[in-house]
Protein backbone atom coordinates (compact mmCIF):
# COMPACT_ATOMS: atom_id res chain seq x y z
CA UNK A 1 0.00 0.00 0.00
CA UNK A 2 2.92 2.17 0.77
CA UNK A 3 4.70 1.29 -2.27
CA UNK A 4 1.21 2.41 -4.09
CA UNK A 5 1.10 5.52 -2.56
CA UNK A 6 4.66 6.45 -3.27
CA UNK A 7 4.24 5.74 -6.93
CA UNK A 8 0.91 7.93 -7.24
CA UNK A 9 2.89 10.61 -5.26
CA UNK A 10 5.73 10.60 -7.97
CA UNK A 11 3.26 10.38 -10.90
CA UNK A 12 1.35 13.24 -9.44
CA UNK A 13 4.76 15.12 -9.06
CA UNK A 14 5.55 14.89 -12.71
CA UNK A 15 2.08 15.57 -13.78
CA UNK A 16 2.08 18.97 -12.50
CA UNK A 17 5.67 19.63 -13.87
CA UNK A 18 4.25 18.85 -17.54
CA UNK A 19 1.41 21.07 -17.13
CA UNK A 20 3.43 23.50 -15.20
CA UNK A 21 5.86 23.24 -18.42
CA UNK A 22 3.45 23.52 -20.78
CA UNK A 23 1.91 26.70 -19.14
CA UNK A 24 4.75 28.68 -19.00
CA UNK A 25 4.87 31.16 -21.33
CA UNK A 26 8.06 31.75 -23.84
CA UNK A 27 8.23 34.47 -26.24
CA UNK A 28 9.60 33.81 -29.94
CA UNK A 29 10.18 37.03 -31.72
CA UNK A 30 10.87 35.34 -34.93
CA UNK A 31 13.74 35.72 -37.40
CA UNK A 32 15.84 39.05 -37.42
CA UNK A 33 14.60 40.76 -40.90
CA UNK A 34 16.15 42.90 -43.61
CA UNK A 35 13.63 44.19 -46.01
CA UNK A 36 14.22 46.94 -48.84
CA UNK A 37 11.94 49.34 -50.10
CA UNK A 38 11.22 48.99 -53.98
CA UNK A 39 12.02 51.58 -56.58
CA UNK A 40 8.43 52.66 -57.91
CA UNK A 41 9.54 56.31 -59.20
CA UNK A 42 8.28 58.40 -56.49
CA UNK A 43 10.39 59.25 -53.79
CA UNK A 44 7.53 59.95 -51.71
CA UNK A 45 6.87 56.24 -51.16
CA UNK A 46 10.04 55.12 -49.14
CA UNK A 47 7.86 53.27 -46.50
CA UNK A 48 7.37 49.10 -46.62
CA UNK A 49 5.20 47.11 -44.47
CA UNK A 50 6.45 44.84 -41.68
CA UNK A 51 5.14 42.03 -39.57
CA UNK A 52 6.25 41.42 -36.17
CA UNK A 53 5.72 37.45 -35.75
CA UNK A 54 5.32 36.38 -32.42
CA UNK A 55 2.68 33.58 -33.66
CA UNK A 56 5.41 30.56 -32.61
CA UNK A 57 5.62 31.79 -28.97
CA UNK A 58 3.66 30.08 -26.06
CA UNK A 59 1.07 31.94 -23.87
CA UNK A 60 -2.23 34.26 -24.30
CA UNK A 61 -0.57 37.08 -24.52
CA UNK A 62 1.84 39.11 -26.63
CA UNK A 63 3.68 42.81 -25.29
CA UNK A 64 6.39 44.10 -27.97
CA UNK A 65 8.06 47.20 -26.92
CA UNK A 66 10.96 49.31 -28.72
CA UNK A 67 13.24 51.95 -27.76
CA UNK A 68 11.58 53.86 -31.10
CA UNK A 69 8.07 53.54 -30.20
CA UNK A 70 7.36 55.02 -27.04
CA UNK A 71 3.85 52.79 -26.97
CA UNK A 72 3.80 49.05 -26.33
CA UNK A 73 2.11 46.86 -29.19
CA UNK A 74 -0.11 44.35 -27.90
CA UNK A 75 -0.84 41.19 -30.12
CA UNK A 76 1.56 38.16 -31.34
CA UNK A 77 1.30 40.08 -34.86
CA UNK A 78 1.47 43.43 -35.29
CA UNK A 79 1.90 45.15 -39.04
CA UNK A 80 4.13 48.12 -39.17
CA UNK A 81 4.82 50.53 -41.95
CA UNK A 82 8.85 51.80 -41.67
CA UNK A 83 10.79 54.23 -43.44
CA UNK A 84 14.37 52.99 -44.02
CA UNK A 85 16.62 52.54 -40.61
CA UNK A 86 17.58 49.76 -37.96
CA UNK A 87 14.74 48.81 -35.67
CA UNK A 88 14.90 46.88 -32.36
CA UNK A 89 11.71 45.03 -31.17
CA UNK A 90 11.53 43.25 -27.72
CA UNK A 91 8.75 40.89 -27.07
CA UNK A 92 7.03 39.44 -23.64
CA UNK A 93 4.53 36.61 -23.67
CA UNK A 94 2.10 36.10 -20.44
CA UNK A 95 0.67 33.03 -19.51
CA UNK A 96 -2.51 32.13 -18.02
CA UNK A 97 -1.68 32.78 -14.17
CA UNK A 98 -0.04 35.96 -15.45
CA UNK A 99 3.60 34.97 -15.68
CA UNK A 100 5.77 36.81 -17.96
CA UNK A 101 8.20 35.31 -19.99
CA UNK A 102 11.98 36.18 -20.81
CA UNK A 103 11.98 38.66 -23.26
CA UNK A 104 13.20 37.65 -27.12
CA UNK A 105 14.37 40.65 -29.38
CA UNK A 106 14.26 41.31 -32.82
CA UNK A 107 15.99 43.00 -35.41
CA UNK A 108 14.29 44.91 -38.60
CA UNK A 109 16.77 46.79 -40.79
CA UNK A 110 15.12 48.78 -43.95
CA UNK A 111 17.38 49.62 -46.33
CA UNK A 112 16.79 52.58 -48.20
CA UNK A 113 15.20 52.67 -51.88
CA UNK A 114 18.07 52.46 -54.43
CA UNK A 115 18.34 54.53 -57.26
CA UNK A 116 20.79 54.93 -60.16
CA UNK A 117 22.02 58.31 -61.72
CA UNK A 118 21.11 59.56 -64.75
CA UNK A 119 23.06 59.51 -67.72
CA UNK A 120 23.60 63.07 -69.78
CA UNK A 121 24.39 63.01 -73.01
CA UNK A 122 24.95 65.57 -75.69
CA UNK A 123 25.38 64.46 -79.15
CA UNK A 124 28.96 66.25 -81.10
CA UNK A 125 27.98 69.12 -82.47
CA UNK A 126 30.72 69.30 -84.65
CA UNK A 127 31.84 72.96 -85.05
CA UNK A 128 29.74 76.26 -86.71
CA UNK A 129 30.10 78.51 -88.89
CA UNK A 130 29.09 82.08 -88.82
CA UNK A 131 27.10 83.26 -91.64
CA UNK A 132 28.28 86.15 -93.67
CA UNK A 133 25.93 89.43 -93.69
CA UNK A 134 28.13 92.04 -95.14
CA UNK A 135 28.80 93.49 -91.11
CA UNK A 136 31.34 91.36 -89.23
CA UNK A 137 29.48 93.01 -86.31
CA UNK A 138 26.27 90.79 -87.28
CA UNK A 139 27.74 87.48 -88.44
CA UNK A 140 26.28 84.88 -86.00
CA UNK A 141 26.16 80.94 -86.28
CA UNK A 142 22.93 79.34 -85.54
CA UNK A 143 23.85 76.50 -83.00
CA UNK A 144 21.94 73.16 -81.85
CA UNK A 145 23.06 70.60 -79.45
CA UNK A 146 20.64 67.40 -78.60
CA UNK A 147 20.62 65.76 -75.41
CA UNK A 148 17.90 63.24 -76.04
CA UNK A 149 19.90 60.34 -75.74
CA UNK A 150 20.21 60.95 -72.33
CA UNK A 151 18.74 58.42 -70.13
CA UNK A 152 17.59 57.11 -66.61
CA UNK A 153 18.12 53.59 -65.99
CA UNK A 154 15.26 53.27 -63.78
CA UNK A 155 13.05 55.01 -66.51
CA UNK A 156 12.56 57.84 -64.08
CA UNK A 157 11.01 60.73 -65.62
CA UNK A 158 13.99 63.38 -66.03
CA UNK A 159 14.59 66.97 -66.48
CA UNK A 160 17.14 69.23 -68.65
CA UNK A 161 19.23 72.69 -67.66
CA UNK A 162 21.60 74.13 -69.57
CA UNK A 163 24.17 76.82 -68.59
CA UNK A 164 26.77 78.29 -70.69
CA UNK A 165 29.78 78.14 -68.37
CA UNK A 166 32.17 80.23 -70.62
CA UNK A 167 32.92 82.42 -73.15
CA UNK A 168 31.22 85.67 -74.13
CA UNK A 169 27.41 85.94 -72.72
CA UNK A 170 24.80 84.74 -75.19
CA UNK A 171 21.35 84.42 -74.48
CA UNK A 172 20.38 80.46 -74.41
CA UNK A 173 16.58 80.95 -74.74
CA UNK A 174 14.97 78.30 -73.62
CA UNK A 175 17.01 76.14 -71.38
CA UNK A 176 14.96 73.21 -70.12
CA UNK A 177 14.17 71.23 -72.98
CA UNK A 178 16.34 67.89 -74.44
CA UNK A 179 17.75 70.32 -77.15
CA UNK A 180 18.83 73.96 -77.11
CA UNK A 181 19.16 76.57 -80.11
CA UNK A 182 20.72 79.67 -80.06
CA UNK A 183 22.66 82.17 -82.11
CA UNK A 184 26.35 83.09 -81.62
CA UNK A 185 28.70 85.26 -83.01
CA UNK A 186 32.13 83.63 -83.92
CA UNK A 187 34.13 82.43 -81.06
CA UNK A 188 34.44 79.64 -78.39
CA UNK A 189 31.69 79.08 -75.57
CA UNK A 190 31.82 76.54 -73.14
CA UNK A 191 27.57 74.93 -72.62
CA UNK A 192 26.79 72.44 -69.47
CA UNK A 193 24.20 70.34 -69.30
CA UNK A 194 22.69 68.88 -66.07
CA UNK A 195 19.96 65.84 -66.23
CA UNK A 196 18.08 64.94 -63.18
CA UNK A 197 15.80 62.13 -62.12
CA UNK A 198 12.73 62.63 -59.62
CA UNK A 199 14.79 61.46 -56.94
CA UNK A 200 17.08 64.61 -57.32
CA UNK A 201 20.23 62.62 -58.32
CA UNK A 202 22.06 63.98 -61.18
CA UNK A 203 24.44 63.95 -63.61
CA UNK A 204 26.00 66.41 -66.08
CA UNK A 205 27.62 66.65 -69.19
CA UNK A 206 29.89 69.59 -70.96
CA UNK A 207 31.03 70.61 -74.74
CA UNK A 208 32.75 73.58 -75.99
CA UNK A 209 30.85 75.03 -78.83
CA UNK A 210 33.43 76.78 -81.45
CA UNK A 211 31.93 79.37 -83.75
CA UNK A 212 34.25 80.15 -87.08
CA UNK A 213 34.18 83.54 -88.35
CA UNK A 214 32.36 83.77 -91.53
CA UNK A 215 33.73 82.95 -94.47
CA UNK A 216 34.89 86.32 -96.86
CA UNK A 217 36.48 86.46 -100.23
CA UNK A 218 39.03 89.15 -100.78
CA UNK A 219 38.08 92.42 -102.87
CA UNK A 220 39.12 92.53 -106.59
CA UNK A 221 40.56 95.46 -108.18
CA UNK A 222 39.88 96.46 -111.57
CA UNK A 223 41.79 99.63 -112.89
CA UNK A 224 40.62 99.07 -116.04
CA UNK A 225 42.70 99.07 -119.46
CA UNK A 226 45.95 101.50 -120.22
CA UNK A 227 45.36 104.70 -121.58
CA UNK A 228 47.01 106.39 -124.20
CA UNK A 229 45.14 110.37 -124.36
CA UNK A 230 46.14 113.06 -126.79
CA UNK A 231 45.66 116.29 -126.09
CA UNK A 232 44.40 118.42 -129.29
CA UNK A 233 45.75 121.84 -130.16
CA UNK A 234 43.51 124.49 -129.67
CA UNK A 235 45.69 127.46 -129.65
CA UNK A 236 45.42 128.23 -126.00
CA UNK A 237 48.38 127.15 -124.05
CA UNK A 238 46.45 126.87 -120.66
CA UNK A 239 44.29 124.28 -121.46
CA UNK A 240 46.55 121.23 -121.39
CA UNK A 241 44.36 118.92 -119.75
CA UNK A 242 42.40 116.07 -121.09
CA UNK A 243 39.17 113.79 -119.07
CA UNK A 244 39.92 110.54 -119.02
CA UNK A 245 37.64 107.87 -118.44
Not at 160 to 185: E, K, R, V
Request: glycine share 6%; charged share 15%; proline share 4%.
Amino acid sequence: MLKMLTRLSFLFIIMVTALYAETEPVANAGDDQTIYIQHDGDPLTNTVNVTLDGSNSAGVSCNWSSSSNRDNLEGCEIQLTLIEGVYSYTLTVTGDDGTVSEPDDVTITVVAEPNQIPAAVISDPGEFQAEHSGNPLNDIASVFLDASTSSDADQDNITYLWNQISGNYIDLGTSNQSSLSFNAPPGVYGIRLTVTDSYGDFNQYEVTITVNQALNQNPTVAAGDDQNLEIEHDGDPNTIAVDAQ
